[in-house]
């Protein structure tokens, strides 16, 4: 408050002094002047009374003002200073919100940062995986800010979280990585909220564990549909390139002649577009098998019985299987939803859910073997328009996305033998993993650490997986195919064969490292020495959960599998 006052009174002193200044200017001029030194001096009684008392009145009247006005002013110098650093701080965190949206954070670390993954190429195998990314709308449960500035000048090498910051080899300045640091404080959920997680991402492990063979069946169809794919293309690459060429040719030309619809495109060229496009995607349609609508209240299809339709298509998907591994699991899927009994009110033997089911299904299954971005054109030669968009544009793009699936299959094809011995190597190491199921847990051996409560080492062990195994599980973030014995260590040190027994001599002291993590050349524990890169989990998890987790590590045999002893 105090001081719009005191200025606008200072200004109003001065302008009062210089007023009185010139004044007396003007009084003085024309006399003849005389130098003090050389004029009379007053006497003294003139000096000691009327103008000396003046004098003293004056300056107890200013002494008075400044009395008062000083501490007033004082009083305000708080709150003004808070809201200078208010300011700065709300200027801080409007740029890191910025810096966050032009580096994609996001993309990573989900929606508003509430978690998410991103792509990353398995070092040993060469599979591209989705690594997991951490929320970051909690992460101050977890660390200080100045940890958090540290995750993100330096990264996390060997995973796809780059080093942003200048002292890490990134783009940012210190001020830069402060002002994310500041923006991403100003964005944690409340403690509520975040303990509000827990129950849902155990569940999620829970899933993750129990649905690991078909995890592991999608993951090792899909990198033995890409040798299918590497192999193929010896076979259809000249045609590929041929008809591509044709198009483009066709495309360069169409300016000329009759054009109907007066869309750059004569008619003719609309017509070859569509034909030399359908033939180029039925490069990779599967002999015998076609795109077919079961309708749930025909009991035919194409004037033949459905049964008899798809069993047929049936026989065709599974002689495909070999060359296409990827269509196992829709050959499995259509025959399941054909097993199920229901309501079939066309009375065709295929209950009326499954009918749509398995048409979906099967269209899914052909589009599943095509190339991503495949483009077939259904230029109409009278409108000059398709779906909204002018026809000469859908053509440019969709001759030059075939061109680029040309092209690829021209690459892969001269690069066959290294691109195969590659693919192959990764598809063995899946298979080695799906063989040796280095996650498996074995829930009843570790319920012996736990006076034989399954339903407390589950818990347990869905905790660790959601909490700890992101750095201490080798692998574990890059998915179930890669992921190590439990406790084998990452980022953080292995924590298996009883290690944090000989790190914490009790139950209490482990629990007390959990709940507050480490702290930067802080020792912990017997001989630890801390990095401040162990996080503290006392605010994202209860208490019982972290002695659940603690009684977890000192059984010593985080897999279950070793037998009860501890
Ligand atoms: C390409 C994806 C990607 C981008 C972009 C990205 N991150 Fe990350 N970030 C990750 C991954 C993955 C991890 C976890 C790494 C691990 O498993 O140790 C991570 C970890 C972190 C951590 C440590 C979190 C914890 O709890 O351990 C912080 C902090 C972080 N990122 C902040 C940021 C910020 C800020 C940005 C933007 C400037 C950013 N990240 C951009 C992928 C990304
Ligand atoms: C962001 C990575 C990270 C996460 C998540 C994490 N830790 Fe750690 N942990 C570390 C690091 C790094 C160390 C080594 C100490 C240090 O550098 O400060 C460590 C050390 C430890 C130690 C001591 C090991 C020893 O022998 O010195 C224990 C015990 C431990 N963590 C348990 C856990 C538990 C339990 C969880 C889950 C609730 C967990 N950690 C989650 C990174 C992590």
């Known amino acids: 408050m105090s001081s719009s006052l005191v200025i606008t009174l200072a200004v109003v002193g001065g302008v009062a002094w210089l007023a009185f ?10 006399k003849e002047e005389i130098p003090p030194n050389q004029s009379t001096g007053r006497t003294d009684e003139e000096l000691e009374t009327r103008r000396l008392e003046r004098v003293q009145q004056g300056a107890v009247l200013f002494a008075g003002f400044l009395a008062v006005s000083l501490p007033l002013y004082f009083l305000g110098e708080g709150a003004r200073q808070e809201s200078f650093v208010d300011q700065f701080g709300e200027e801080s965190i409007t740029r890191g919100e910025h810096l966050v949206a032009e580096f994609g954070c ?24 989705q690594w997991s990314a951490p929320s970051l709308d909690d992460i101050f449960y977890r660390y200080e800010a100045d940890e958090v500035n540290y995750w993100i000048t330096f990264g996390r090498p060997n995973t796809p979280m780059p080093a942003w910051g200048l002292a890490g080899g990134g783009a940012m300045n210190e001020n830069q990585v402060q002002d994310i640091v500041n923006y991403i404080q100003s964005i944690q959920i409340d403690q509520q909220e975040a303990l509000g ?80 496009s359908a033939e180029f995607a039925a490069i990779w349609d599967l002999p015998g098998v076609e795109a077919v609508t079961f309708d749930a209240a025909n009991a035919q299809s194409g004037g033949r019985p459905d049964e008899e339709v798809l069993d047929e298509l049936l026989v065709g998907l599974n002689e ?70 002018a026809d000469l544009v859908v053509a440019e793009r969709g001759v030059s996305a075939n061109e680029s699936i040309a092209l690829q299959t021209d690459v892969t094809r001269d690069n066959e033998e290294r691109l195969l011995t590659n693919a192959q190597t990764a598809l063995d190491h899946l298979e080695q993993a799906a063989a040796d199921a280095k996650w498996t847990i074995d829930i009843d051996g570790v319920a012996a650490g736990f006076d034989g409560s399954a339903d407390d080492a589950e818990r347990a062990v869905y905790l660790f997986n959601a909490y700890c195994a992101r750095c201490h599980t080798s692998g574990w973030s890059a998915g179930l195919p890669f992921t190590q014995e439990a406790g084998s260590g990452a980022l953080g040190p292995a924590l298996w064969e009883g290690r944090p027994n000989v790190q914490f001599l009790d139950q209490e002291a482990l629990v ?29 998890l209860s208490m019982e959960d972290i002695e659940l987790i603690a009684s977890y590590l000192r059984t010593g045999n985080l897999t279950g599998l070793g037998g009860a002893e501890q």
Do not use: W
Request: with cysteine; proline share 3%.
């Open 21 to 30: 200044l010139g004044v007396s200017a003007l009084r003085s001029r024309g």
């Open 106 to 129: 996001f993309d990573c670390h989900g929606p508003g940062g509430s978690g998410g993954s991103a792509v990353y190429i398995e070092k040993r195998t060469g599979v591209t995986t």
């Open 197 to 276: 997680r827990v129950e849902p991402r155990i569940s999620a492990e829970q899933q993750k564990l129990a649905s690991a063979d078909s995890l592991m069946g999608a993951a090792i169809a899909e990198q033995a549909q890409l040798v299918a794919t590497i192999q193929a293309a010896r076979g259809i690459a000249d045609e590929t390139l041929a008809l591509t060429r044709e198009m483009r040719t066709v495309l360069n030309t169409a300016a000329a002649g009759i054009d109907t619809d007066g869309d750059g495109l004569s008619d003719v060229a609309e017509t070859e577009l569509n034909e030399l």
């Open 320 to 389: 495909q299987v070999e060359a296409n591994p990827l269509l196992g699991s829709f050959v499995a899927r259509i025959e399941a939803a054909r097993s199920e009994t229901g309501d079939d009110g066309d009375g065709d033997g295929i209950s009326d859910a499954a009918e749509g089911t398995i048409s979906s299904l099967l269209a899914d299954a052909l589009a599943a073997v095509r190339p991503d971005g495949l483009a077939v054109l259904n230029l109409d030669p009278a409108n000059s328009e398709s779906s909204g968009e």
């Open 512 to 540: 007390e490292f959990i709940t507050e993590g480490s702290t930067a050349a802080e020792a912990y524990g017997v001989n630890g020495i801390g990095s401040g890169r162990m996080p503290a989990f006392g605010r994202v």
